[in-house]
C-alpha cells in the first residue's frame, strides 16, 4: 500500500463519502473504519476497525471522518489527532467554491455544494448536497448541514449547529452554538445556543 484512506463510519453518511475520495485520490487504498461493523465489506470496500487501522503498516495514512453526529466527529478528531493521523478533506468535483473561502481540515462536502465569497469555516464541517453558504459567511467547528441548507450573506453559526434540510436561514442572523435548525425552517432571527427551531417562521420547539 502506498496510502491509505479510512472513512471513519459505514453507514449513510459514509458511503455517500467513500465515492467522492475514490474519485479524489484514485491512487490511494481506501477502507471503511467502523469498530460496530467490523470485520466486514461494503461497496467493494473494507471495513476495519481502528485498531486494525492504526497497526497497518503504510507510508501514509489519513481519516476522513463521515459521522453525522457533530460531537461524535469531535472525539474521534481528537482520536485522530492522539493517534498523530490528520484528517483529509472528501470534495465532490462538482464543488462550486468562489473567493476567499476558508475551510478547516476535515471537511466533507458533498455534491453540488456551493460556497461563495469571503467564508470563515472551521473544522469537520459537513455540507450534504446542494446547500449553500453566501458571502461574508462565518462558521464554526462541527458545523452540519444536511441536504439543501440554505445559509444566505453575513450569517454567524457557532460550534456544533445542525441545520436540516431545505431550511433557509436569512442575511444576517446569528445561529448559537449547539442549536439545531428543522427540516424546511425558515429562520429570521438569532438563535440562541442550544435551542431547537421549527416551522415558518422558525420558533423555538416546546
Same mark, same amino acid.
Not at 90 to 97: I, K, L, N, P, T
Given at each position: 500500500?502506498?496510502?491509505?484512506i479510512?472513512?471513519?463510519?459505514?453507514?449513510?453518511?459514509?458511503?455517500?463519502?467513500?465515492?467522492?475520495?475514490r474519485?479524489q485520490?484514485?491512487?490511494?487504498?481506501?477502507?471503511?473504519?467502523?469498530?460496530?461493523?467490523?470485520?466486514?465489506?461494503?461497496?467493494?470496500?473494507?471495513?476495519?476497525?481502528?485498531?486494525?487501522?492504526?497497526?497497518?503498516?503504510?507510508?501514509?495514512?489519513?481519516?476522513?471522518?463521515a459521522?453525522?453526529?457533530?460531537?461524535?466527529?469531535?472525539?474521534?478528531?481528537?482520536?485522530?489527532?492522539?493517534?498523530?493521523?490528520?484528517?483529509?478533506?472528501?470534495?465532490?468535483?462538482? %464543488? $462550486?467554491?468562489?473567493?476567499? +473561502?476558508? =475551510? *478547516?481540515? &476535515?471537511a466533507? !462536502?458533498?455534491?453540488?455544494?456551493?460556497?461563495?465569497?469571503?467564508?470563515?469555516i472551521?473544522?469537520?464541517?459537513?455540507?450534504?448536497?446542494y446547500?449553500?453558504?453566501?458571502?461574508?459567511?462565518?462558521?464554526?467547528?462541527?458545523?452540519?448541514?444536511?441536504?439543501?441548507?440554505k445559509?444566505?450573506?453575513? %450569517? $454567524?453559526i457557532?460550534d456544533? +449547529?445542525? =441545520? *436540516?434540510? &431545505?431550511?433557509? !436561514?436569512?442575511?444576517?442572523?446569528?445561529?448559537?452554538?449547539?442549536?439545531?435548525?428543522?427540516?424546511?425552517?425558515?429562520?429570521?432571527?438569532?438563535?440562541?445556543?442550544?435551542?431547537?427551531?421549527?416551522?415558518?417562521?422558525a420558533?423555538?420547539?416546546?
Amino acid at each position: 500500500m502506498r496510502k491509505l484512506i479510512g472513512v471513519y463510519g459505514a453507514s449513510g453518511c459514509g458511503r455517500g463519502i467513500m465515492p467522492l475520495l475514490r474519485e479524489q485520490y484514485g491512487q490511494a487504498d481506501l477502507v471503511f473504519v467502523d469498530d460496530a461493523q467490523a470485520p466486514g465489506r461494503v461497496n467493494g470496500h473494507d471495513i476495519l476497525n481502528w485498531q486494525d487501522f492504526v497497526r497497518c503498516d503504510v507510508k501514509e495514512k489519513s481519516v476522513s471522518i463521515a459521522i453525522a453526529a457533530s460531537q461524535t466527529r469531535q472525539v474521534l478528531a481528537r482520536r485522530c489527532a492522539a493517534a498523530q493521523i490528520p484528517l483529509v478533506e472528501a470534495r465532490a468535483a462538482s %464543488v $462550486v467554491q468562489m473567493d476567499d +473561502v476558508i =475551510i *478547516g481540515y &476535515g471537511a466533507c !462536502l458533498s455534491p453540488f455544494v456551493t460556497l461563495t465569497s469571503n467564508i470563515r469555516i472551521g473544522c469537520c464541517f459537513h455540507a450534504n448536497i446542494y446547500s449553500y453558504v453566501e458571502h461574508d459567511c462565518i462558521i464554526g467547528d462541527f458545523v452540519t448541514f444536511a441536504p439543501g441548507a440554505k445559509v444566505n450573506g453575513n %450569517v $454567524v453559526i457557532g460550534d456544533h +449547529v445542525y =441545520i *436540516g434540510s &431545505g431550511a433557509i !436561514l436569512r442575511q444576517g442572523i446569528e445561529i448559537g452554538m449547539g442549536a439545531t435548525v428543522g427540516m424546511g425552517a425558515v429562520v429570521t432571527r438569532n438563535v440562541p445556543p442550544n435551542v431547537t427551531v421549527v416551522g415558518n417562521p422558525a420558533k423555538p420547539l416546546v
